[in-house]
C-alpha cells in the first residue's frame, strides 16, 4: 500500500474491484471502521474525506470503499441510480469479508446516509462490534409516513447515530415517535441538516459539527 496524494493509504481495490481508500492513523489503532458512502456522493466527497481523516487523526483505521454504481460513475462520469439493495448489501458483506482478513482487532461497520442504512441492516448478520450512523435517513424525502426502522428495534449492535436536529429525512420530532432498540445511542447536533451543516444562526460551523461528529464517533468506538 502507497500513500495517497491527500495522505490517506490507498489500497487500490476492495472485493471484486470495487475502488477502496485506507486511512491509517499515526499511532496504533484503536480498531477499524469501515465507512460507506451516502446515495449520492463518492467516497473521496469533501464530507467523506474531513470524517475519514478526523478519525484516523483520532487513532480509528478508517476503510472507505464505493458501491459499484458510483464505481462505474467514476469511471464514465455519468450519474446513475443506486444499485439494487440486496446487490448493495453483497457488496458490503464482500468488502467486509475482505477487509477482516487483513485487520485485527475490533471492526465496525457504518456510514453516511444510505451507506449507513446498508450496514445497519448487516450489522447484526457481521458481527460488527459496532455501528455508525451519520445522518440516517430514517425515510425517504418527502416520504415521512413510510419509515425505515422496522430492523432498528430489534438491533443488537451496540450502534452510534449522528443526526442532524433539522434533517429532512429523519428530525429530531419524527424520530422520537420511533421505537428504537436500546442498543442505539442518537447524538443531536443542533440546527443540522441531513450533512450535519448547521444553520448559521446557531453560532455552529460545518466544520464545527463534523469535529464534534468523529470525536463522538472515536470515542464510541474507543470503548467497544
Known amino acids: 500500500m502507497s500513500k495517497g496524494p491527500s495522505g490517506f493509504i490507498d489500497a487500490g481495490q476492495c472485493e471484486q474491484g470495487l475502488p477502496c481508500l485506507w486511512d491509517e492513523p499515526p499511532q496504533a489503532a484503536l480498531g477499524t471502521l469501515i465507512l460507506a458512502h451516502g446515495a449520492g456522493a463518492p467516497m473521496d466527497s469533501p464530507f467523506m474525506q474531513h470524517m475519514a481523516q478526523g478519525l484516523a487523526s483520532r487513532g480509528v483505521r478508517v476503510v472507505r470503499f464505493e458501491f459499484a454504481y458510483m464505481a462505474q460513475r467514476r469511471a464514465d462520469g455519468r450519474k446513475r ?89 429523519g428530525n429530531r420530532e419524527a424520530v422520537a415517535g420511533y421505537d428504537l432498540s436500546p442498543a442505539i445511542e442518537l447524538h443531536w447536533l443542533q440546527a443540522a441538516d441531513h450533512d450535519l451543516k448547521p444553520l448559521k444562526a446557531s453560532g455552529f460551523s460545518h466544520e464545527q459539527h463534523l469535529e464534534t461528529a468523529a470525536g463522538l464517533i472515536a470515542a464510541f468506538l474507543g470503548a467497544k
Open 81 to 169: 441510480p443506486p444499485n439494487p439493495q440486496a446487490q448493495l448489501l453483497q457488496q458490503w458483506r464482500e468488502v467486509h469479508a475482505q477487509v477482516r482478513q487483513r485487520v485485527a482487532g475490533p471492526l465496525a461497520i457504518g456510514g453516511k446516509s444510505m451507506g449507513g442504512r446498508m450496514a445497519s441492516l448487516l450489522a447484526d448478520e457481521l458481527g460488527a462490534s459496532a455501528l455508525i450512523c451519520l445522518g440516517y435517513p430514517f425515510y425517504a424525502a418527502g416520504k415521512p409516513e413510510k419509515p425505515r426502522v422496522a430492523h432498528l428495534a430489534d438491533l443488537r449492535t451496540p450502534t452510534l447515530i449522528v443526526q442532524g436536529e433539522r434533517d429532512a429525512l
